[in-house]
T-cell receptor
Framework: GDQVEQSPSALSLHEGTDSALRCNFT?????VQWFRQNSRGSLISLFY????TKENGRLKSAFDSKERRYSTLHIRDAQLEDSGTYFC?????????????FGTGTLLSVKP | DPKIIQKPKYLVAVTGSEKILICEQY?????MYWYRQSAKKPLEFMFS???????DNQTASSRFQPQSSKKNHLDLQITALKPDDSATYFC??????????????FGEGTRLSVL
């Protein structure tokens, strides 16, 4: 079936550094959503993209508009509160409705 | 104020028992969903409903039965509970199904432990 491959699985950053997470899709996807799951297990929606890029503060996400087979999440000037598990989730569309296929997550740890 | 309410937040059950997980949304959305997150696994889609009708079912076991008594409710009944059912169950909703609809919003989840 349709799959979402997320990398890296774990990432350790020092405060103030930049990095990027990536999700590859085995098929063309209609949209992508990025989440952060905090230590209490709550899912916080960061971005929803049907195409192009979106930016919010130190976070920026892009969805390949041409082939629609990958998305990235850039973290600039990482802060301690950015720690958590990040998930991408893609929507295949068509007969799939709004069913989201989640990646395996990136465990981000930001250290002083 | 939370717009998607899941109850209870935590639930402990014994093997073989039956539980109902509650989900209510106050967003006026027409589509609702259930996802499951088992330990160390990504979230997995279970069901989707649109206008109180089942649209998609990716759950192999009939022990999991969604129940929609009202348009803004989608409860999940789980019978004959097994330890493998232990997981966090997330409810979500969206304006509708199909292209051009907004992203689904997720509730806080119900963490189920089956002993």
């Amino acid at each position: 079936g349709d799959q979402v491959e997320q990398s890296p699985s774990a990432l350790s950053l020092h405060e103030g550094t930049d990095s990027a997470l990536r999700c590859n899709f085995t098929t063309t996807m209609r949209s992508v959503q990025w989440f952060r799951q905090n230590s209490r297990g709550s899912l916080i929606s960061l971005f929803y993209l049907a195409s192009g890029t979106k930016e919010n503060g130190r976070l920026k996400s892009a969805f390949d508009s041409k082939e629609r087979r990958y998305s990235t999440l850039h973290i600039r000037d990482a802060q301690l509160e950015d720690s958590g598990t990040y998930f991408c989730a893609a929507e295949a569309g068509g007969g799939s409705g709004n069913k989201l296929i989640f990646g395996t997550g990136t465990l981000l740890s930001v250290k002083p | 104020d939370p717009k998607i309410i899941q109850k209870p937040k935590y639930l402990v059950a014994v093997t073989g028992s039956e539980k109902i997980l509650i989900c209510e949304q106050y967003l006026g959305h027409n589509a609702m969903y259930w996802y499951r997150q088992s330990a160390k696994k990504p979230l997995e889609f279970m069901f989707s409903y649109s206008y109180q009708k089942l649209m998609d079912n990716q759950t192999a076991s009939s022990r999991f039965q969604p129940q929609s008594s009202k348009k803004n409710h989608l409860d999940l009944q789980i019978t004959a509970l097994k330890p493998d059912d232990s997981a966090t169950y997330f409810c979500a909703s969206s304006q509708g199904q199909g292209a051009g609809n907004q992203a689904p919003l997720f509730g806080e989840g119900t963490r189920l432990s089956v002993l």
